[in-house]
């Protein structure tokens, strides 16, 4: 699969109707600070296509980008961030949720978590909530080039163990040298068809 277009399209509060809607859509998932946004530049080789932020919390609504005329990323606002107040919380909460239910379109969803840290408990409810709807998923191992060869491999196994997963479900990832793209886009390419 190769990305030749990636246009952002539209900043919901709510999921509902939006120019398009009826294509497959891929939603990224992840801790507050996980590198979604990142990704998504990097995925896409567009600086800037979605607002990134070294402050934690920076996407606070679904944001939606048309890929190649054919299908949307749908990156979720971040959870587990815990300087928003309570009510900021249950309304990102609120918001996802409505996504994973009212999405009729919903073909994937990449879930992405720090290769650096064990998953959080968190990390764990979202995959334990993806399998137990039955939305299938890939896991994104991010920030990957803060970590040696060996690191990375611990931290693998590491989130491999933590949310009952096999090695080859895990893709390692870094949105600063470009490991793991093509591992990820032939994921989405599959989880598509």
Sequence with gaps: MQITSAEFLVSLTEYKNFKGIGRKEIAFAGRSNVGKSSLINALCRRKGLAK?????????LINVFDINGEFFLVDLPGYGFAKVSKNEKERWSR??????KKSEHLAACILLVDLRHKPTQQDMQMADFLKLCGIPFTVVATKADKLSRAQQN????DICHTLALQPWQVIVWSSETGLGRENLLEAIEKHLD
């Design 52 to 60: 990134t932020s070294s402050t934690p919390g920076k996407t606070k």
């Design 154 to 157: 611990k931290g693998k196994m």
């Design 95 to 100: 918001m996802m949720d409505e996504y994973f």
